[in-house]
Each structure stands twice: as structure tokens, then as C-alpha cells.
Antibody, heavy 117, light 110 residues
């Protein structure tokens, strides 16, 4: 059974950093595209980043480019999102999802990131 | 990377058909057959309903169908049921090698 479990969210001050983790089970990360998608409270879905199956390609939304870094550890079957220079507008539930390059059929339950002083 | 444009809300009665539009540009919706649709209940995780414009994942009801014309994609739900009441989001691949979602549409079953 495919499972994705996010962790690492929490309260952080503006300008701070967090690293989100997405632990995968039931499949191997090295075989799939993986995505991060966020959703601010009461708002819509926003795509954040993706990484391809062999980690040769990563892409980012303009709003996070240069501040966020997507990566993965195959040995731990875990994906990460390193978030630096956090802003209030980054406050959201962050979902990891298994793709497809352009569509995601499996989603985690999400982890809440709150950026506030 | 402007969000795709969706109506904020649509409604229909049980048994009717409704269509949700998703308008982009030639740099996203119009340029690729890579439009997806997601259903999300309040407080729940999104569920993939349509991918590659008109393909249904296994287990998704055939009452859900997708199409595209020029820069506008559409999701049609036929035989509307109370359980279809949810938020629906479209997404598309873009020329910047990124993805973009629509703002979401709240479907109300009257």
C-alpha cells in the first residue's frame, strides 16, 4: 500500500528555516516523480516543487525559487523540502504527492507550516 | 505563473450535468495535453479525478469526464450526486517546466 507521511512542520519566525520530510512506503522514490503542493488556510492548492525519478531534474514555483530546495534520500526513501527565508505568505499545509510528471494520484495528509512572529 | 481561472462556484440539482471551466493561456492549458482535475472535500486530501485532459484513474466514476478546447479545459460531471459536492481544482503543465493550479471551484448540489 502506498503511503506518504509528512513531518517537520511547525511555527517559525519570518526569515527562519524549516525542513519538511516526506517518508514514503509501499514504493520506491527512485521510480517516480514527487511533488510538494501547499494550501494556505481556507485557500486553494498551489504547486511548489517537483523532482524527477533520478533526481536529475528539479523545478520550482517562482514564489519559492531560490528559497526552497527539494531533495531526497533514496536509502531512507524520504523526500525533503528545505525552506529558507520563510515569509508569512508561506504559511500553509504542505502536501507531498507521488506523480506523474504532471499529475499526482497519491497524497500525504500534509504538515502545517506557520510563519509568524 | 498566474493561476488558471476557474469559476468560484457552480451548482446543480441531483441527476443534472454540470461543467467547470479552467482557462489558461497558450503557455499552459493550450500548449499541452497535461491538464488534471482534483476533487477535495473540506479538511481532506485532494483526489485525482482526471489526468492528461480526459483520462480517468482506476476507480474514478465514469460520470466524470474532461475535455479541452484551445486555452480552456473543462470538467463535466453527469448524473450529479450529493457526494459530488466538493471543491474542484484544475492544474496544467507550463512552458516553464512548472505546474500551475486553478483557484478552485466550489460545487454545490442543490
Amino acid at each position: 500500500e502506498v503511503q506518504l507521511v509528512e513531518s517537520g512542520g511547525g511555527l517559525v519566525q519570518p526569515g527562519g528555516s524549516l525542513r519538511l520530510s516526506c517518508a514514503a512506503s509501499g514504493f520506491t522514490l527512485s521510480s517516480y516523480w514527487m511533488h510538494w503542493v501547499r494550501q494556505a488556510p481556507g485557500k486553494g492548492l498551489v504547486w511548489v516543487s517537483r523532482i524527477n525519478s533520478d533526481e536529475s531534474s528539479t523545478n520550482y514555483a517562482d514564489s519559492v525559487k531560490g528559497r526552497f530546495t527539494i531533495s531526497r534520500d533514496i536509502a531512507k526513501n524520504t523526500m525533503y523540502l528545505q525552506m529558507n527565508g520563510l515569509r508569512a505568505e508561506d504559511t500553509a499545509v504542505y502536501y507531498c504527492a507521488r506523480g506523474g510528471a504532471v499529475a499526482s494520484a497519491y497524497w500525504g495528509q500534509g504538515t502545517l507550516v506557520t510563519v509568524s512572529s | 505563473q498566474s493561476a488558471l481561472s476557474q469559476p468560484a462556484s457552480v451548482s446543480g440539482s441531483p441527476g443534472q450535468s454540470i461543467t467547470i471551466s479552467c482557462t489558461g493561456t497558450s503557455s499552459d492549458v493550450g500548449g499541452y495535453n497535461s491538464v488534471s482535475w482534483y476533487q477535495q472535500y473540506p479538511g481532506k486530501v485532494p483526489k485525482l479525478m482526471i489526468y492528461d485532459v480526459n483520462k480517468r484513474p482506476s476507480g474514478v466514476s465514469n460520470r466524470f469526464s474532461g475535455s479541452k478546447s484551445a486555452n480552456t479545459a473543462s470538467l463535466t460531471i453527469s448524473g450529479l450526486q450529493a457526494e459530488d459536492e466538493a471543491d474542484y481544482y484544475c492544474s496544467s503543465y507550463t512552458t516553464s517546466s512548472t505546474l500551475v493550479f486553478g483557484g478552485g471551484t466550489k460545487l454545490t448540489v442543490l
